[in-house]
């Protein structure tokens, strides 16, 4: 929302970060209808007013809903991949080496590789 001088009056900010609220209290689906969403927006000075939205298609607020959600889930990548990263930075500081990973076959299995020519099953030419 804008003012007369062109200015932003009112944001819905989403933000991210500690101490951020989630996203659900910024930017909510109404409970009994797809069409509709309520935005929390606020002022410069921190004030704030919830509004209600509406799509007149399906479409349209299928598309706005998917945004939210590829922005929440984006934003939980990149929450997990900086505690990940910050794990293995401390790990290897800390000179501890990675886990090691039991790669063995279980049961029965075999594998066989073959390198000789003459034991590959024959090949079929198309006519």
Request: glycine content about 8%.
């Amino acid at each position: 929302f804008k003012d007369e001088g062109g200015a932003p009056a009112a944001t819905c900010p989403v933000r991210c970060g500690p101490g951020s609220p989630p996203v659900d209290a910024v930017v909510d689906a109404v409970v009994d209808s797809s069409r509709y969403f309520v935005l929390r927006v606020e002022n410069a000075q921190g004030r704030h007013a919830y509004l209600g939205i509406g799509f007149r298609e399906r479409d349209a607020a299928y598309d706005f809903k998917a945004a939210i959600c590829d922005f929440r889930r984006s934003q939980d990548r990149a929450a997990t991949a900086a505690t990940l990263r910050a794990e293995a930075e401390e790990a290897e500081a800390s000179g501890a080496a990675p886990p090691e990973v039991d790669m063995s076959l279980k049961g029965s299995i075999t594998i066989s590789l073959g390198g000789d020519d003459a034991a590959a099953p024959a090949r079929r030419e198309k006519a």
